[in-house]
């Protein structure tokens, strides 16, 4: 039989702090907590407890463990109603001011998020969400509708999206920054496109898919857009999580798909796509560690599902 070493080519190394780049399989042994640890990459999806509500077109922020999702369509409606996750289950809780689908949405956590624009009317209305309630705050220089968001309630960034009917005569390649009070026009995108994913911070993003570029993706450096690798999968209606080098792209349509893409800062890479196909859903968490919510099938879903990428492992006596 093999060793260890005969296979990944080292001993398990005893160190006093984790390493930064390990690979798949390596193993190592930290002496300053007194913990066997391990590193490997899973790349799957897992069915999680569902949304309380079925609905397509909502908004969505936070973490794998730690999440909210709101508005949204349940069907021929449209909804305000703000939904809770705690890692375990969904918990409904205090709905938005403005009820609207097609949103925009981002947030660090169940405790902090920001919802932007939406339909019917192509509303410029901006909330903030403090872990209990919604306030209103400064809108949006242009009202607008499916566009690719990311950040925090206090920073973050709104790429594209649709500023009337019809489209795509109405797409748009607006940019603009949130700084915690204010909205600010930055530089457009190339493309102008909506139904688009982004992923990152203010300062270092990306923004991809979408109708008007279903393939494409950009890069934002904190001043400008560049054009870099496409997806493999061109889509409308994405969803999509992580940073401008580490990022995941999942659903949309059409046709309705459940593939699943990882970025590694040059290129996209087709991993295991999600168990339930769909457009229009929600997502928060990072590469490693992604939580999708709702959708359109159709019809639409109350799905929940949690992604697991490359993670640190501890290793247990049992």
């Known amino acids: 039989m093999a060793t260890y070493k005969e296979i990944y080519g080292s001993t398990i190394e005893v160190v006093t702090s984790d390493p930064e780049n390990p690979i798949n399989g390596q193993v ?8 066997l640890k391990g590193y490997k990459i899973v790349n ?16 969505g922020g936070g973490t794998q463990t730690s999440a909210l999702a709101f508005g949204g369509e349940p069907g021929t409606a449209t909804t305000a109603e703000t939904e809770s996750w705690n890692g375990t289950n969904w918990t409904e809780v205090n709905d938005m001011n403005s009820t609207r689908r097609n949103v925009g949405g981002c947030g660090a956590d169940n405790t902090n998020a920001l919802v932007m624009g939406g339909y019917p009317s192509f509303v410029a209305i901006t909330e903030s969400w403090n872990g209990t309630s919604w306030s209103e705050v400064n809108d949006l220089n242009t009202g607008k509708r499916n566009m690719g968001v990311t950040g925090t309630n206090t920073a973050s960034l ?13 797409l748009t390649a607006q ?21 688009l994913a982004a992923a990152g911070t203010t300062t270092a993003a990306i923004a991809f898919g979408g109708d008007g570029g279903p393939s494409l993706n950009e890069n934002w ?8 690798n496409d997806l493999n999968t061109g889509r409308n209606y994405i ?31 087709e991993v295991n796509d999600l168990n339930t196909a769909r457009s229009a859903l929600g997502g928060a968490g990072t590469q490693a560690a992604t939580l999708a919510f709702g959708g359109e099938t159709p019809p639409v879903t109350v799905a929940s599902e949690a992604w697991n990428g490359a993670g640190t492992f501890t290793f247990t006596d049992s």
């Open 175 to 195: 940019t603009e920054n949130w700084n915690g009070t204010s909205w600010t026009e930055v530089n457009d995108l190339n493309t102008a496109r909506s139904e």
């Open 239 to 269: 969803a999509g999580s992580g940073t401008s080098t580490l990022g995941l792209a999942f659903g949309g349509t059409p046709p309705t798909t459940g593939a699943t893409e990882e970025w590694n800062g040059t290129s996209w890479t």
């Open 221 to 228: 450096n904190g001043t400008s857009w560049t054009e870099v």
């Open 44 to 59: 799957s999806w897992a069915t999680t407890n569902s949304l309380n509500t079925a609905r397509a077109y909502l908004g």
């Open 158 to 170: 709104v790429a594209g999206g649709a500023t009337g009917l019809p489209t795509p005569a109405n």
């Open 28 to 35: 190592w042994y930290n002496s300053t907590s007194n913990v």
